[in-house]
């Protein structure tokens, strides 16, 4: 439960927070008084971020006589201080041409967005590829590699593709591997890949099929359910995409050799974020987690802002990644548009 705070006191933490986003320095109140027209002496200032320290919403940088907001003031700040973030109108220009530029392949789609994100926050754009499990099969086709081996490759829904491989237990005639496409085609075909995971067997279990093919049909009966979670399940580090790291770089967050450390331990392992992007709790509209809410130390110093995007039965998300002083209002609304976007472009 989070303390309550006076009007007083939601005023002066407003005031410091917008300080310290625009400075990177810990604010004063001589400093808060003069820019920001509160209305009340430097020292009722003073002893109000005196008030929002015991609270927990500021702390005192000991080389510093200023206050440096916590990330619960960042928390109490997006979802009761900051309001409706209304973006410029050169902004959302700058966005829609960058990311309109972009040719029709989702890569190339998420990548422009990302990195048109990155440019305009100054933070580091991202982009995660959808979830496969709801997306529609279209088509299957069976390739021979070698005697002992096929590539499966699934034409899924919006022009997405997926390739498997397929150890086999003996030699498997090439019209035998012809005979099976078709059936799978005109068992599966239209279905999710979550409803052939769940229901494979038992849709190829009455399947007839001459010669050796009853022998490759009865792979895809004992294996196949292995093979389509297989499909379902994006490759992490193949699936995300980063803007330039080097912005992040920027920040005097990042100046010290520790800092940067962690910068590139974060950046240097796109599974990684995958994994920390999927394991967030996605809700409409835009997603926010500040530093220690994400429950990993290696993110202690960061927020992410996201908001998903959708096509078809699918859905990603994209975002930003920066330090826990970032130009919220800013950041949520490029990230709210970018999502709108994708999904129109998709």
Do not use: C, W
Request: hydrophobic share 40%.
């Amino acid at each position: 439960m989070q303390p309550e705070l006076t009007d007083r006191e939601r005023q002066v933490l407003e005031a410091v927070i917008q300080s310290y986003v625009e400075t990177a320095e810990p604010a004063a109140s001589r400093t808060l008084s003069r820019r920001f027209g509160l209305g009340v002496s430097p020292a009722t200032i003073r002893n109000t971020m005196s008030d929002l320290e015991e609270k927990g919403f500021l702390f005192h940088p000991h080389t510093s006589a200023g206050r440096v907001p916590t990330d619960l003031a960042y928390r109490v700040y997006v979802d009761s201080l900051l309001g409706v973030p209304v973006m410029k109108t050169a902004e959302e220009a700058v966005l829609g041409e960058e990311i309109h530029g972009a040719s029709s392949a989702i890569e190339s789609i998420l990548r422009r967005a990302a990195q048109s994100l990155g440019v305009l926050t100054q933070e580091l754009g991202v982009a995660l590829g959808p979830q496969l499990d709801a997306a529609i099969l279209q088509r299957i086709e069976l390739m021979r590699l070698a005697s002992d081996r096929l590539l499966m490759v699934l034409a899924l829904e919006r022009g997405v593709a997926r390739s498997i491989y397929i150890e086999l237990p003996v030699e498997i005639a090439d019209d035998a591997i012809g005979t099976v496409s078709l059936v799978l085609n005109e068992r599966l075909s239209g279905l999710t890949l979550r409803e052939i995971r769940s229901s494979l067997s038992l849709r190829l279990r009455d399947a007839q099929a001459p010669g050796n093919a009853s022998e490759l049909l009865n792979v895809f009966v004992e294996e196949g359910e292995q093979y389509f979670a297989t499909a379902a399940r994006p490759d992490d580090a193949a699936s995300v995409v980063l803007g330039q790291p080097s912005l992040l770089a920027e920040h005097p967050e990042f100046s010290t050799g520790e800092s940067m450390r962690q910068l590139l331990a974060l950046t240097e392992t796109p599974a990684n974020i995958a994994d920390v992007l999927r394991r967030r709790s996605p809700q409409p509209g835009i997603t926010i987690t500040i530093g220690n809410e994400h429950g990993d130390p290696r993110l202690d110093r960061f927020t992410i802002v996201t908001a998903e995007y959708h096509f078809g039965s699918l859905s990603g998300v994209i975002g930003v990644i920066g330090p826990t002083r970032m130009p919220y209002r800013k950041v949520i609304s490029l990230v709210g548009h970018a999502s709108r976007l994708v999904s129109d472009l998709l």
